[in-house]
Each structure stands twice: as C-alpha cells, then as structure tokens.
C-alpha cells in the first residue's frame, strides 16, 4: 500500500515538474527569439554603418548564446516528458514518423533547434579568430541570421499563440 501511494506522489510531482518546465519552454522561447533578433539587427546595423565592435556588441551575442543553450536544455526536458515521446515508446518510430504532430515534436523541432543552437555557439566562437571589426559583425550576422531563419521555420506558431 505504502509503495502505491509513494509511486502516485511521484507520478503526481514528476507530472507537475514537467508541466513547469513546459510552461518555461513556452515563455522562455520569447526570449530565446528576441535576444536572437537583437544580436542580428545589431550586427546588420553596425556593419552597415562602420560602427566600431565595442563590449556590448560581444555580450549582446554571448547572452543570446546562453538564453539559446538554456531553452535547448529546457527542450530535451520537455520532450522526454511529453505525450509525444510516450506515443514513440508506445508505437514506433514508423507510425510516429506517419503522424505530422508528433514527427514535428519529434524530430523537426529537435533537430532544427539544436542545428540552430550549434550555429550560434560556432558563430560566437569564430569572433575570437576575425581581425577586423567589420568580420566580427559579418560573422554575428550569418550564423545568428540563419539560426533565427531555423528557429522560426520551426516554432509551433499555431501551438504557441
Ligand atoms: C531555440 C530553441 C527552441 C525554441 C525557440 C523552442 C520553442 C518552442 C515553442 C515556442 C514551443 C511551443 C510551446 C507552447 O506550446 O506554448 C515548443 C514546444 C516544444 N518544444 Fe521547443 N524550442 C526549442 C528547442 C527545443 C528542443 C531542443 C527540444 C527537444 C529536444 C524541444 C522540444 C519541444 C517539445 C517536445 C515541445 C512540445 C511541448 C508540448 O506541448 O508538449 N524544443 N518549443
């Protein structure tokens, strides 16, 4: 008896843990696209106008790098405690693969995401190699510009709003 209610007190936190970190995934996604944006408009910005790489200019990427890793972690959260990844579990990955839903929570949304997040961390980190001002904000603008470009191609826009 001791054992079954201890097991649904487990359940029961387990399921409200990851109902928070959801609702984290949610919100903090604003954030991850925001700071993402930022970083790009500020090095189409700069670049076009000759503007000088300044200290703001190197923490406007690094905190949308870390913002980035932190809904990435968050993510793999919410996926492993997801109805999605109970129903590859419970039926395959071929019927999974057949139902649109869950092949985009699956497999698209992870895959794209953390491809976007590897664009970021090997943009941020080719900074250091660039000698000029101007390639500092070119790289900030490639990488992070096609991140973003993946981030939104596959956010659940009709799940989110
Ligand atoms: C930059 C990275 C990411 C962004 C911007 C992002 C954004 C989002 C957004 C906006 C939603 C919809 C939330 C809602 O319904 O209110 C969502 C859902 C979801 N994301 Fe992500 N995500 C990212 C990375 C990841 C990663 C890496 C994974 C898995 C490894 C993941 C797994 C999921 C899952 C499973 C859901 C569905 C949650 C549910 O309704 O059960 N995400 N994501």
Do not use: C
Request: charged share 15%; net charge positive.
């Amino acid at each position: 008896m001791g054992f079954f209610i201890t097991f649904a007190l487990l359940k029961k936190t387990k399921t409200k843990f990851i109902i928070m970190i959801k609702m984290l995934h949610s919100t903090w996604a604003f954030l991850t696209v925001i700071m993402l944006v930022v970083a790009v408009v500020n090095a189409i910005i700069s670049l076009t106008s000759n503007k000088d790489f300044k200290q703001k200019d190197l923490r406007i990427p690094l905190f949308a790098l870390v913002v980035t890793h932190i809904q990435l972690l968050l993510g793999l959260i919410v996926l492993f405690g997801s109805e999605y990844y109970t129903f590859l579990l419970d039926n395959g990955m071929g019927e999974s693969m057949k139902n649109a839903e869950v092949r985009l929570f699956i497999i698209e949304h992870p895959i794209m995401m953390i491809f976007a997040a590897i664009l970021v961390t090997i943009g941020f980190r080719k900074l250091k190699n660039k000698s000029t001002d101007k390639e500092m904000f070119k790289t900030i603008a490639i990488y992070y510009g096609i991140a973003l470009l993946l981030v939104l191609s596959r956010i659940p826009w009709g799940q989110w709003f």
